[in-house]
Protein backbone atom coordinates (compact mmCIF):
# COMPACT_ATOMS: atom_id res chain seq x y z
CA UNK A 1 0.00 0.00 0.00
CA UNK A 2 1.45 3.27 -1.10
CA UNK A 3 1.40 5.30 2.40
CA UNK A 4 3.50 8.51 0.56
CA UNK A 5 0.63 10.88 1.45
CA UNK A 6 0.47 10.11 5.22
CA UNK A 7 4.30 10.19 5.36
CA UNK A 8 5.15 13.21 3.74
CA UNK A 9 5.12 15.13 6.73
CA UNK A 10 8.54 13.60 7.97
CA UNK A 11 11.79 14.71 6.83
CA UNK A 12 12.88 13.17 3.21
CA UNK A 13 15.98 11.32 5.03
CA UNK A 14 13.97 9.20 6.93
CA UNK A 15 13.52 6.00 5.00
CA UNK A 16 9.79 5.25 6.33
CA UNK A 17 9.07 2.60 3.36
CA UNK A 18 11.72 0.40 5.12
CA UNK A 19 10.12 0.95 8.49
CA UNK A 20 6.22 0.16 8.28
CA UNK A 21 5.10 -3.03 8.07
CA UNK A 22 1.64 -4.93 8.85
CA UNK A 23 1.59 -6.36 12.33
CA UNK A 24 -1.93 -8.48 12.87
CA UNK A 25 0.72 -11.83 12.55
CA UNK A 26 2.04 -10.42 16.19
CA UNK A 27 -1.57 -9.08 17.22
CA UNK A 28 -1.96 -12.45 19.96
CA UNK A 29 -1.77 -13.08 23.23
CA UNK A 30 -2.60 -10.90 26.97
CA UNK A 31 0.96 -9.20 26.91
CA UNK A 32 -0.03 -7.78 23.06
CA UNK A 33 -3.49 -6.33 23.76
CA UNK A 34 -1.87 -5.11 27.31
CA UNK A 35 0.68 -3.33 25.60
CA UNK A 36 -1.25 -2.39 23.25
CA UNK A 37 -3.57 -0.40 25.44
CA UNK A 38 -0.44 0.86 27.62
CA UNK A 39 0.55 2.59 24.80
CA UNK A 40 -2.63 4.28 24.78
CA UNK A 41 -2.41 5.39 28.35
CA UNK A 42 -5.07 3.36 29.79
CA UNK A 43 -4.52 2.43 33.51
CA UNK A 44 -1.85 -0.13 33.86
CA UNK A 45 -2.96 -1.48 37.05
CA UNK A 46 -6.34 -2.09 35.31
CA UNK A 47 -4.82 -3.62 32.04
CA UNK A 48 -2.15 -5.32 33.82
CA UNK A 49 -4.44 -6.82 36.28
CA UNK A 50 -7.45 -6.95 34.01
CA UNK A 51 -5.04 -9.54 31.36
CA UNK A 52 -3.06 -11.17 34.51
CA UNK A 53 -0.25 -10.56 32.68
CA UNK A 54 3.45 -10.18 33.60
CA UNK A 55 4.50 -6.37 34.03
CA UNK A 56 7.98 -7.32 31.99
CA UNK A 57 6.14 -8.89 29.54
CA UNK A 58 4.12 -6.76 29.03
CA UNK A 59 6.93 -4.15 28.99
CA UNK A 60 8.92 -5.79 26.34
CA UNK A 61 5.73 -6.33 23.66
CA UNK A 62 5.55 -2.55 24.77
CA UNK A 63 8.67 -1.83 23.17
CA UNK A 64 8.37 -4.07 20.15
CA UNK A 65 5.20 -1.74 19.30
CA UNK A 66 7.07 1.62 20.04
CA UNK A 67 10.51 0.72 18.11
CA UNK A 68 11.75 3.16 15.99
CA UNK A 69 13.18 1.33 13.31
CA UNK A 70 9.82 -0.71 13.08
CA UNK A 71 6.29 1.39 12.96
CA UNK A 72 3.68 -1.53 12.80
CA UNK A 73 0.51 -0.84 11.19
CA UNK A 74 -3.09 -2.43 11.37
CA UNK A 75 -4.53 -2.60 8.20
CA UNK A 76 -8.50 -3.32 8.21
CA UNK A 77 -10.15 -3.66 4.98
CA UNK A 78 -13.86 -2.29 5.47
CA UNK A 79 -15.23 -3.77 1.90
CA UNK A 80 -15.89 -1.03 0.03
CA UNK A 81 -12.62 0.07 -1.40
CA UNK A 82 -11.88 2.01 2.14
CA UNK A 83 -9.38 0.42 5.00
CA UNK A 84 -8.88 1.63 8.44
CA UNK A 85 -5.31 2.10 9.51
CA UNK A 86 -3.52 2.06 13.00
CA UNK A 87 -0.18 3.21 12.71
CA UNK A 88 2.09 3.27 15.40
CA UNK A 89 4.13 6.73 14.35
CA UNK A 90 7.62 5.46 16.32
CA UNK A 91 9.76 8.51 14.52
CA UNK A 92 12.12 9.67 17.53
CA UNK A 93 10.73 13.48 17.53
CA UNK A 94 7.26 12.84 16.69
CA UNK A 95 6.17 9.61 18.19
CA UNK A 96 2.51 8.45 18.46
CA UNK A 97 -0.60 6.10 17.36
CA UNK A 98 -2.40 7.48 14.04
CA UNK A 99 -5.83 5.93 12.89
CA UNK A 100 -6.62 6.33 9.70
CA UNK A 101 -9.45 5.94 6.75
CA UNK A 102 -7.85 4.87 3.44
CA UNK A 103 -10.52 6.31 1.00
CA UNK A 104 -10.95 4.28 -2.30
CA UNK A 105 -9.05 7.90 -3.90
CA UNK A 106 -5.81 7.18 -2.16
CA UNK A 107 -6.48 9.59 0.42
CA UNK A 108 -6.21 9.15 4.23
CA UNK A 109 -7.87 10.79 6.62
CA UNK A 110 -6.59 11.11 10.42
CA UNK A 111 -9.62 9.87 12.48
CA UNK A 112 -7.61 10.47 15.88
CA UNK A 113 -3.93 10.56 17.58
CA UNK A 114 -2.40 9.63 20.31
CA UNK A 115 0.79 11.65 21.79
CA UNK A 116 2.26 13.36 24.03
CA UNK A 117 1.93 16.62 22.46
CA UNK A 118 -1.29 16.45 21.42
CA UNK A 119 -4.74 14.65 20.58
CA UNK A 120 -6.98 14.34 17.85
CA UNK A 121 -10.26 12.46 18.04
CA UNK A 122 -12.85 10.32 18.87
CA UNK A 123 -12.51 9.65 14.96
CA UNK A 124 -14.97 6.37 15.42
CA UNK A 125 -18.75 6.61 17.23
CA UNK A 126 -19.64 3.49 18.68
CA UNK A 127 -22.00 2.53 16.50
CA UNK A 128 -19.41 2.49 13.76
CA UNK A 129 -16.73 0.13 15.79
CA UNK A 130 -19.36 -2.13 16.87
CA UNK A 131 -19.89 -2.49 12.86
CA UNK A 132 -16.66 -3.79 12.10
CA UNK A 133 -17.55 -6.75 14.44
CA UNK A 134 -19.64 -7.30 11.30
CA UNK A 135 -17.10 -7.20 8.40
CA UNK A 136 -15.97 -10.27 6.33
CA UNK A 137 -12.22 -9.89 7.05
CA UNK A 138 -9.28 -12.02 7.65
CA UNK A 139 -8.64 -10.31 10.93
CA UNK A 140 -10.53 -11.84 13.94
CA UNK A 141 -13.19 -10.11 14.97
CA UNK A 142 -12.16 -9.30 18.85
CA UNK A 143 -9.31 -7.92 17.71
CA UNK A 144 -10.37 -5.68 15.35
CA UNK A 145 -12.81 -4.15 18.35
CA UNK A 146 -9.56 -3.96 20.56
CA UNK A 147 -7.32 -2.35 17.64
CA UNK A 148 -9.94 0.33 16.94
CA UNK A 149 -11.57 0.97 20.70
CA UNK A 150 -9.20 3.98 21.45
CA UNK A 151 -9.97 5.40 18.50
CA UNK A 152 -13.59 5.13 19.42
CA UNK A 153 -15.81 7.56 21.83
CA UNK A 154 -19.58 8.60 22.19
CA UNK A 155 -21.35 9.26 25.50
CA UNK A 156 -23.48 6.44 26.96
CA UNK A 157 -21.21 3.71 24.94
CA UNK A 158 -20.52 1.74 28.26
CA UNK A 159 -24.63 0.34 28.75
CA UNK A 160 -23.36 -1.37 25.38
CA UNK A 161 -20.08 -1.23 24.79
CA UNK A 162 -18.98 -2.77 28.46
CA UNK A 163 -20.00 -6.31 27.87
CA UNK A 164 -18.81 -6.24 24.57
CA UNK A 165 -15.40 -5.18 25.71
CA UNK A 166 -15.42 -7.43 28.37
CA UNK A 167 -16.48 -10.20 26.08
CA UNK A 168 -13.19 -9.37 23.43
CA UNK A 169 -10.96 -8.97 26.28
CA UNK A 170 -11.67 -12.67 27.13
CA UNK A 171 -11.28 -14.12 23.45
CA UNK A 172 -7.86 -11.83 23.58
CA UNK A 173 -6.44 -13.71 26.18
CA UNK A 174 -7.78 -11.84 29.84
CA UNK A 175 -8.08 -13.81 32.32
CA UNK A 176 -7.88 -11.57 35.28
CA UNK A 177 -10.33 -8.70 36.45
CA UNK A 178 -12.13 -8.08 33.37
CA UNK A 179 -15.02 -6.48 34.18
CA UNK A 180 -12.70 -3.30 35.94
CA UNK A 181 -10.27 -3.40 32.48
CA UNK A 182 -14.12 -3.21 30.51
CA UNK A 183 -15.33 -0.36 32.46
CA UNK A 184 -12.06 1.31 32.49
CA UNK A 185 -12.17 1.12 28.45
CA UNK A 186 -15.76 2.24 27.97
CA UNK A 187 -16.70 4.46 30.49
CA UNK A 188 -14.50 7.67 30.04
CA UNK A 189 -11.33 8.65 28.25
CA UNK A 190 -8.35 10.13 29.50
CA UNK A 191 -8.00 12.58 26.51
CA UNK A 192 -11.40 14.13 25.35
CA UNK A 193 -14.84 14.06 26.61
CA UNK A 194 -16.96 11.40 25.38
CA UNK A 195 -19.27 13.37 22.36
CA UNK A 196 -22.45 13.09 21.44
CA UNK A 197 -23.43 12.05 18.08
CA UNK A 198 -25.64 12.78 14.94
CA UNK A 199 -26.76 12.70 11.59
CA UNK A 200 -26.02 16.15 9.12
CA UNK A 201 -28.37 17.06 6.50
CA UNK A 202 -26.16 14.72 4.12
CA UNK A 203 -26.46 11.39 6.10
CA UNK A 204 -22.66 11.57 7.31
CA UNK A 205 -22.31 11.23 11.36
CA UNK A 206 -20.81 14.05 13.52
CA UNK A 207 -19.98 14.59 16.67
CA UNK A 208 -19.63 17.62 18.90
CA UNK A 209 -16.09 16.60 20.41
CA UNK A 210 -13.58 19.53 20.98
CA UNK A 211 -11.14 17.65 18.97
CA UNK A 212 -12.64 15.48 16.88
CA UNK A 213 -12.11 15.73 13.28
CA UNK A 214 -15.37 15.33 12.80
CA UNK A 215 -16.87 17.85 14.57
CA UNK A 216 -18.07 20.58 12.06
CA UNK A 217 -18.19 23.31 14.86
CA UNK A 218 -14.55 22.20 15.83
CA UNK A 219 -11.26 23.83 14.77
CA UNK A 220 -10.11 20.31 14.01
CA UNK A 221 -12.66 19.77 11.55
CA UNK A 222 -11.02 17.90 8.48
CA UNK A 223 -14.20 19.52 6.04
CA UNK A 224 -14.23 15.56 4.16
CA UNK A 225 -17.26 13.83 3.97
CA UNK A 226 -17.25 10.37 6.50
CA UNK A 227 -20.07 7.82 5.45
CA UNK A 228 -18.32 4.61 7.62
CA UNK A 229 -20.41 1.56 8.19
CA UNK A 230 -22.10 1.55 11.03
CA UNK A 231 -25.01 -0.20 13.66
CA UNK A 232 -27.64 1.09 15.56
Do not use: K
Request: contains cysteine; aromatic residues 10%.
Amino acid sequence: MDRSDYFREFPEDTDVASRVYSAWAAASGGDFWAAHLLRHGYDEDAVLSGFAVDEQAARLRFEELTDPDRWPTFPLPLGDGRTLIAVHRNFEEDEGVDYLLETDAGDRIRLATYEGGGVLGPGLSWGELRALLDLDAPVPAHGRLLMFLPATGEEGMAAEARRLVGHALRHLGAQGDVERLAGVLTEDDALWDLPRWRRDGAGNLVCDGEYSPRNPEGRLYNRIPLALPTTG
